[in-house]
């Protein structure tokens, strides 16, 4: 089996290439390798894949409508794991064609690669952010969610609104699945965690926004991966479900609060940060809460990493890697 990872340098992307090909799976890997963050970490992980003569790695913008139109063409898959996105709630309020380009015409292009090739199961990240201010909680999949506040989370529920369609068209076996704030070692250096430990370490300041009085669903790297992995290997049913779509929560459902997070972050480094309290973001959200029952039940998903030992882990990589 060959499965095709989109965002095969990033985080996520990075941990399910490595999940696969311990598996015995042969892994095509593509991923633009932008500036966003560092193009050299996206390099390093690159590097811990590459020496699997099971992975084959082609740098290639999935906005690109002819190269993934030949990829398909050209290379034989089995499933998809679509990853690849402009990612980053603040980043959309700057550079917003970056995620029209990426998330949505981006997406399209995958869309139209699996509907010609006949793709198996095509499992793709939608994000948490579709929630809003959503106050219902835990956040279900049954929640209303057609009031996006930033533009990232518009281009995701775009992006369930989209797969939907091409499921139901073309009888696509399809599954989202909703990340919350997922975290841990060889992670995204945009995301607050991985700036507090930066910061903590370079004593300098963090910012704590929204007065610290928010709630985040933080999922550790590992138990994210094991959730991707069951789906991927149980796409909804073409005689069961119709259309063949399936839409998840993949989440710790056990929110934490920003300030016992910090106080966690404090305990591993070793060191008390320097606070700079701040109003909320535009575009940010107060709190992050998932129901995860139905990916419990069809999958057997069970989120088992507390954040004090996902910390810790993250830490010991940061200091290994950064020195």
């Known amino acids: 089996m060959q499965v095709l990872v989109t965002g095969a340098a990033g985080f996520i992307g990075y941990y399910v290439a490595q999940h696969l090909l311990k598996e015995g799976t042969q892994v095509y890997g593509i991923d633009n390798l932008n500036d966003y963050y560092a193009v050299d970490l996206k390099k390093s992980r690159l590097a811990e894949l590459e020496p699997d003569q099971n992975f084959r790695f ?14 398909f063409q050209t290379q034989s898959f089995d499933r998809v794991i679509h990853l690849a996105a402009q990612a980053g ?6 550079n917003p064609h970056a995620y029209v380009d990426s998330n949505l015409v981006g997406f399209v292009n995958i869309l139209e690669g699996c509907r010609h090739s006949q793709i198996s ?6 994000s948490s952010s579709v929630y809003g201010t959503n106050k219902k909680v835990p956040f279900s999949i049954e929640d209303n ?3 996006p506040v930033s533009l990232y989370a ?32 060889w992670g995204r250096p945009d995301m607050a965690y991985f700036k507090f430990v930066d910061a903590i370490a370079n004593n300098k300041s963090i910012d704590v926004y929204n007065h610290g009085k928010m709630q985040r669903d933080f999922t550790y790297i590992d138990d994210v991966v094991e959730g991707i992995i069951r789906v991927l290997h149980q796409p909804p049913n073409l005689d069961i479900t119709t259309p063949p779509y399936k839409l998840y929560n993949i989440g710790n459902n056990q929110p934490v609060t920003l300030m016992r997070f910090i106080e966690v972050i404090e305990t591993a480094m070793g060191k008390a940060a320097e606070k700079n309290f701040l109003p909320m973001q535009p575009g940010d959200v107060p709190a992050t809460y998932a129901d995860v029952d139905a990916l419990m039940n069809d999958v057997g998903f069970q989120p088992k990493t507390p954040i004090e030992e996902g910390i810790q882990k993250f830490v010991t990589w940061y200091r290994s890697y950064y020195q």
């Open 145 to 147: 969610v057609d009031h």
């Open 121 to 126: 199961h095509l499992v793709y990240a939608s």
């Open 58 to 71: 082609q740098e290639l913008d999935i906005s690109d409508r002819n190269a993934i139109a030949e990829l």
């Open 89 to 94: 709630v603040r980043y959309s309020l700057d």
């Open 154 to 185: 518009a281009t995701k529920k775009s992006n369930e609104l989209m797969a939907h369609s091409y499921s139901h068209l073309y009888q696509i076996p399809i599954t989202g699945l909703r990340f919350f704030t997922v975290y841990g070692p």
